[in-house]
């Protein structure tokens, strides 16, 4: 199973709302990651896990809150988020993070938010 | 300037064309990745490479290190190839992929 899930597919939200975007993996990945990608943008990189601790955090504005659970399964809280918020909201998994080699980066299919 | 650079930004073709897409890169890496993104869709990875050429189907990815340069070829294009094209570097000592502007490809019947 080489699949990384995201759910939901489509999420539209207020300003006011709380919602979480969940992401899977069962390849048995211990590096997870959450980039935001706007239109016709390349992916930015929001938060890096390994572990299931927190390596990275790209100065993330605090209405974005990661969450690792577990081995298999990435959270993303959102909570009183603004309209320019809105974007795909992609996740990752590979087999570790940078550690001398580079590893493949397998990503989902997205979550599409929008905030009104 | 950025440090992974794509050329075209735009792209389009008749299916059956043989396309190439470029990637330059000004940092020091360890890998080379080449994905693509369908309009609306998540993204897929289709090389990681270090160095030489690999190939997959109608797919082939070069890179050049001394160059700091890769191209990735489709052979008989056809429209469902249609796509953006994105080059990300796995830069030395670094946990962070950094990536290209990305190429849109179009193939028309």
């Known amino acids: 199973d080489t699949e990384v899930t995201q759910t939901p597919k489509h999420l539209v939200m207020g300003m006011t709302n709380k919602k979480s975007l969940k992401c899977e993996q069962h390849?048995?990945?211990?590096?997870m990651y959450w980039y935001k990608q706007k239109a016709k943008k390349p992916p930015e990189l929001m938060f890096v896990?390994?572990?299931?601790?927190?390596?990275i955090n790209e100065s993330v504005p605090s209405r974005f809150s990661p969450e690792c659970p577990n081995s298999s399964l990435l959270n993303l809280h959102l909570h009183a988020l603004q309209p320019e918020d809105s974007a795909l909201y992609l996740c990752?998994?590979?087999?570790?993070?940078?550690?001398?080699?580079?590893?493949?980066?397998?990503f989902g299919p997205g979550t599409r938010l929008t905030v009104t | 300037k950025n440090e992974v650079e794509q050329s075209p930004q735009n792209l389009t073709a008749q299916e059956g064309e043989f396309i190439t897409i470029n990637c330059s890169y000004s940092?020091?890496?360890?890998?080379l990745h080449w994905l693509q993104q369908h309009p609306g869709g998540g993204i897929v990875s289709l090389f990681m490479?270090?160095?030489g050429k690999k190939k997959h189907g109608r797919l082939i990815a070069t890179i050049n290190i001394q160059e700091k340069h890769s191209s990735l070829h489709i052979t008989a294009s056809h429209p469902r190839d249609s796509a953006v094209y994105i080059c990300?570097?796995?830069?030395?000592?670094?946990?962070?992929?950094?990536f290209g502007t990305g190429t849109r490809l179009q193939v028309f019947p």
């Open positions: 896990y390994s572990y299931e601790k927190l390596s």
């Open positions: 940092v020091g890496i360890s890998a």
């Open positions: 390849m048995g990945h211990r590096a």
């Open positions: 990752a998994s590979s087999q570790e993070i940078w550690t001398g080699g580079a590893y493949e980066q397998y």
């Open positions: 990300a570097v796995d830069g030395d000592n670094t946990d962070k992929l950094i």
């Open positions: 490479l270090s160095s």
